[in-house]
């Protein structure tokens, strides 16, 4: 279940814990894809990403 | 220069960065309904029933048999309060009901001397003595219930848990002058903790009487199982108070930013583990099984943190 979170006396919401684990995933992801050639094939590279943090964030926070 | 004459590649490009775009909505319509609208909360508070214990008479008191934060047992003595007054008072009852027994005495035989020489005393005579019977027969009740009363008294001068409980607060001290009716111990009930789960109403849809919960006290890794038992049917209306004149004092409030009001859930613990302590006002996050799609989130990573830390 999700609860409170506390870190050195500070409450966390459960959601910035995910946001916080998903950053690094995102940064690593994004790298692979540089290198791999992907952001040739996008429109707007900038729009792209932050779909894609938005989309991983969801799915951690759901499935995780 | 060279994809502005690649048509296929720029649909490529703009397919991609659509799609990616439309599942994030997808996803975040999802999160929304499970993080935001399923019923859990992270504003749960322990509550206990709480006795507040006032001595039915006055006096000062004369020793405090309990300590602070102790665990009594019904019927435990709480504190004495200083008997000497109340046994004068019962001596006193006790003599008026000697005085109004022997008034009987008299009376009733006065009326059945008088009884006896019908013929010799008057009618009207008669009868005064038999009403003076009557009276001094009621004088007499009144006399023993008096004699009640003050051993009542005396009996209120010893004060006994009335659950089992926990002493909170105590600041009564040998000496102290005890008013009657005045609470000067407070004694939780030890069988009587819930917890409150304040629920935003736009959750409340998913919350019935009867349903599973689970709650995670702040600071205690294990997870307790709860059942919700009622949902609170009533909070304040800060509209609602009136001024002076009998006015309501209505708050202007801004049209675009609005709170979701919060509604108490009370959640009984189905069971507790024996080392657990537990305090009113505790807080903690709530979770509500619900049969409804809008489940909440699994929350794995949290409880894997929380084992980790």
Not at chain 2, 33 to 39: C, F, G, I, Q, R
Not at chain 2, 150 to 163: G, N, Q, R
Request: glycine share 6%; proline share 5%; with cysteine.
């Amino acid at each position: 279940m999700l609860s409170e979170f506390a870190i050195a006396g500070i409450y966390l919401p459960p959601f910035f814990v995910y946001a916080c684990v998903a950053l690094p995933i995102f940064l690593g992801m994004r790298f692979l894809l540089a290198r791999a050639g992907v952001f040739r094939w996008v429109w707007h590279p900038g729009l792209f990403e932050f779909a894609l943090s938005l989309c991983l964030v969801s799915i951690l926070v759901l499935y995780v | 220069m060279v994809a502005r004459f690649l048509p296929l590649k720029s649909v490529v490009r703009a397919g991609v960065t659509l799609i990616v775009v439309i599942v994030a909505g997808v996803l975040l319509n999802a999160l929304w309904d499970a993080y935001v609208l399923s019923p859990w909360t992270r504003d749960g508070r322990v509550s206990a029933q709480i006795v507040r214990i006032a001595p039915e008479v006055s006096g000062t008191v004369l020793n405090v048999s309990v300590s602070d934060n102790q665990l009594v047992k019904k019927g435990d003595v709480l504190y004495r309060i200083d008997p000497a007054h109340f046994q004068l008072l019962l001596a006193q009852a006790e003599a008026q009901l000697a005085a109004a027994n022997a008034s009987l005495r008299q009376k009733t035989e006065d009326a059945s001397r008088r009884r006896r020489m019908e013929g010799f005393v008057s009618a009207e005579d008669i009868q005064r003595a038999t009403q003076d019977m009557s009276i001094a027969q009621a004088q007499q009740r009144s006399a023993q219930v008096a004699v009640a009363m003050a051993k009542l008294d005396m009996e209120h001068t010893v004060l006994h848990a009335p659950v089992d409980g926990y002493i909170t607060r105590l600041r009564l001290n040998k000496g102290d002058y005890a008013v009657a009716g005045e609470p000067n111990i407070a004694l939780i009930d030890a069988n009587s903790f819930w917890i409150t789960g304040y629920f935003e109403e736009t959750k409340l849809h998913g919350i019935h009487p009867g349903a599973a919960a689970q709650i995670r006290l702040m600071g205690i890794e294990q997870m307790l199982p709860g059942r919700v038992v009622s949902i609170g049917r009533g909070i304040t209306d800060a509209n609602q108070q009136v001024d002076a004149q009998g006015l309501p004092s209505v708050e202007p409030s801004f049209s675009w930013v609005r709170l979701a009001q919060r509604i108490p859930v009370r959640i009984a613990f189905e069971q507790l583990p024996q080392n657990l302590v537990l305090a009113a006002g505790m807080t903690g996050s709530i979770e509500v099984e619900t049969s409804a799609s809008k489940s909440p989130p699994p929350g794995r990573l949290i409880s894997l943190l929380h084992q980790w830390m």
